[in-house]
Every structure is written in structure tokens, then in C-alpha cells.
Nanobody
Framework: QVHLRESGGGSVQPGGSLRLTCEVF????????MAWFRQTPGKEREWVAV???????DRVNLFAKDRFAISQGHRDTLYLQMNNLKPEDTAVYYC??????????????????WGQGTQVTVSS
């Protein structure tokens, strides 16, 4: 059974940066999507950035374009580098992965493995 563990959240001022890390315990199939989602109270989870496991294919949501970057390191560890953070980026950020491949890479129902979430707060 695969487990994900996020870290790196915290509080920063507008314009600041954070790097989120998602450690992977177990094996995720090559090509399966891995993603960062975020959620604020009363709203559905929205995708932030996605990456095909072990491949160069990745996508970043429009609101994060030119500010956030997704990357992958050793043992499938997933990163989200967030620069020029804005107050509206405040949310709980979740790491997600597919145990079974799904084309719904931009929807939470497309993922069946989730981390516990890490809080990101952007405030002056």
C-alpha cells in the first residue's frame, strides 16, 4: 500500500516562497499521474500542478503559471516550488497519486492515494 507524506507548508508574507515536498512510501506505476491539489474551506479541491510519474510531462494550472513549478526527485519524491505567493494561495495543499491510471488528471476523483495535507498561509 502506497503512502504519501507532505511537508514544507507554513506561513509567509506576500511575495514569499515555499517548497512543498511529498515523500512516497511504496511504488507508483510509471506514467501514472502525481499531483498537488489545494483546498480552502467550503470549496472543492482544485488541481495546482500535475506530473506523470517518471516522465517529463507536467502541467501547471493557469493561476500558478510562472509562479509555481512541479518537479520530481529521488524515489519519486514530488516537489512544488511556489514563488511570489499571494494571499489567495492560502489553502491546505495535498499531494495525490494514482494507484490505477486515470485520464482525470485534473480532478480529485482521478486520484486514489492522498497525503494528509499541509497548510500554506500567505498573509502580511
Amino acid at each position: 500500500q502506497v503512502h504519501l507524506r507532505e511537508s514544507g507548508g507554513g506561513s509567509v508574507q506576500p511575495g514569499g516562497s515555499l517548497r512543498l515536498t511529498c515523500e512516497v512510501f511504496g511504488a507508483i506505476g510509471g506514467g501514472n499521474w502525481m499531483a498537488w491539489f489545494r483546498q480552502t474551506p467550503g470549496k472543492e479541491r482544485e488541481w495546482v500542478a500535475v506530473k506523470a510519474n517518471g516522465a517529463s510531462l507536467d502541467r501547471v494550472n493557469l493561476f500558478a503559471k510562472d509562479r509555481f513549478a512541479i518537479s520530481q526527485g529521488h524515489r519519486d519524491t514530488l516537489y512544488l516550488q511556489m514563488n511570489n505567493l499571494k494571499p489567495e494561495d492560502t489553502a491546505v495543499y495535498y499531494c495525490a497519486a494514482q494507484d490505477i491510471f486515470s485520464v482525470k488528471w485534473d480532478r480529485s476523483e482521478g486520484y486514489d492515494i492522498w497525503g494528509q495535507g499541509t497548510q500554506v498561509t500567505v498573509s502580511s
